[in-house]
């Protein structure tokens, strides 16, 4: 029991450094648009949340509180640390041509050398959800290349859009944290992906939406498994969120619904607080139990609705991408249960499981998702 607990401690401390540095539903996403000119040169157009990392803050978390340090940034500060940024874009930003990464140079628009002016308007322009920072990557393309790659290996995920002059319409993709596009042939560009392509990389990003970073999701689905013990009813409450969540995302992406996302995230992490609490007042699954999960799955289908109209859906696979990233985030949600089960699972039929392992889980889980709705909130007011 002893090492139940000190595994108890462990998730709890993991979990709370992570509601501390990552919101709900954070599958945020760098906008990155790369251009092709005629001249056979190329610009690939990032915008990330700079004001974040020259403060030593995760990019697509800043506080009001972090308003502060960057209004009372001088410029004897900020250009040695946008000098460390453009190492580090040249070491992780590869633009790959035929196979080998060409060189480019990197600048800061929104940033004039020289001297900072207009601090308090990049304070007064910055949007927390959007963040309007640009970084410039410019180079010129190998003679005779055939082949373009995107990766980008410390930006996260990222929707990627390729254009080219002479070209009507653009490549539209989204990456994972570290992958890699598709291939972009410059000589005759394909503008869509093969329907396997699509199916592998919307089921990842869903996947990847729960485990390993989807904290409120995480704490959700731990909240379920702690009162179900029977394989069919809990999968029967996951399907049922599943469903819920595929309804309103389709719903909001077409835009035909939505809601404001701070009200949308605190209702989620409340449901969670909720979900926890039940379960140490009953040990039956209620009927209104179901409800709380549909409730639960169409506000985060709404939550993300936003991000994937940010990273926006290949045209004539928009059906499979969604049904694709639903799928994934089935199979994560099954993944979650299935570590929950490997590591207390085989105790549920002990006498002492609800009251060692249950209580004080379901305690942890209700804390943690307090403390990320009163940040949610915290957030919001101050933005």
């Not at 970073?213 to 702690?226: A, K, N, R």
């Not at 009200?263 to 209104?288: G, H, M, P, R």
């Not at 002990?350 to 004080?360: E, G, L």
Request: glycine share 8%; charged share 15%; with cysteine.
């Amino acid at each position: 029991m002893k090492n139940l607990l000190r595994f108890f401690c462990l998730v709890t401390a993991i979990l709370a450094f992570g509601a501390k540095h990552a919101a709900a539903h954070d599958l945020r996403f760098a906008d990155v648009a790369v251009h092709f000119d005629a001249d056979q040169s190329f610009t690939a157009t990032i915008r990330y949340d700079l004001d974040a990392v020259l403060i030593g803050k995760d990019p697509g978390h800043m506080e009001a509180t972090d308003w502060a340090a960057v209004a009372g940034l001088r410029p004897t500060e900020v250009n040695p640390k946008l000098d460390l940024i453009v190492t580090g874009m040249k070491r992780d930003l590869l633009l790959e041509f035929d196979g080998k990464p060409a060189p480019f140079t990197v600048t800061f628009p929104d940033y004039p050398s020289g001297e900072i002016t207009g601090v308090d308007m990049m304070r007064l322009t910055y949007n927390p959800k959007k963040p309007q920072r640009q970084v410039l990557a410019k180079g010129t393309i190998p003679d005779g290349a055939k082949e373009f790659v995107f990766r980008g290996t410390n930006i996260g995920n990222a929707a990627l859009r390729i254009t080219k002059d002479g070209i009507d319409g653009s490549f539209v993709t989204a990456l994972s944290a570290a992958s890699r596009s598709e291939i972009y042939n410059l000589a005759a560009p394909q503008l869509e992906f093969s329907m396997g392509q699509t199916i592998v990389k919307y089921g990842l990003l869903g996947f990847e939406h729960i485990l390993p970073t989807g904290y409120d999701h995480i704490l959700f689905v731990l909240g379920l498994f702690f009162l179900s013990q029977r394989w069919r009813t809990l999968l029967w409450q996951i399907t049922a969120f599943t469903v819920a969540h595929s309804l309103t995302l389709t719903l909001a992406y077409f835009h035909w619904q939505s809601m404001p996302g701070a009200f949308v995230d605190v209702f989620v992490q409340l449901s969670i607080v909720y979900v926890a609490i039940e379960n140490i007042f009953t040990k039956d699954l209620k009927w209104w139990r179901p409800l709380v999960v549909f409730a639960f799955g169409l506000l985060h289908g709404l939550a993300f609705a936003g991000n994937l109209q940010e990273i926006g859906l290949p045209e004539g696979q928009i059906l499979t991408s969604l049904v694709s990233f639903n799928v994934g985030v089935e199979l994560g949600q099954l993944a979650v249960v299935g570590i929950a089960f490997a590591v207390v699972g085989w105790f549920q039929k002990a006498d002492w499981y609800r009251h060692r392992v249950v209580w004080p889980a379901s305690g942890v889980i209700a804390a943690i998702a307090l403390f990320m709705a009163i940040n949610t909130l915290i957030e919001a007011v101050g933005s």
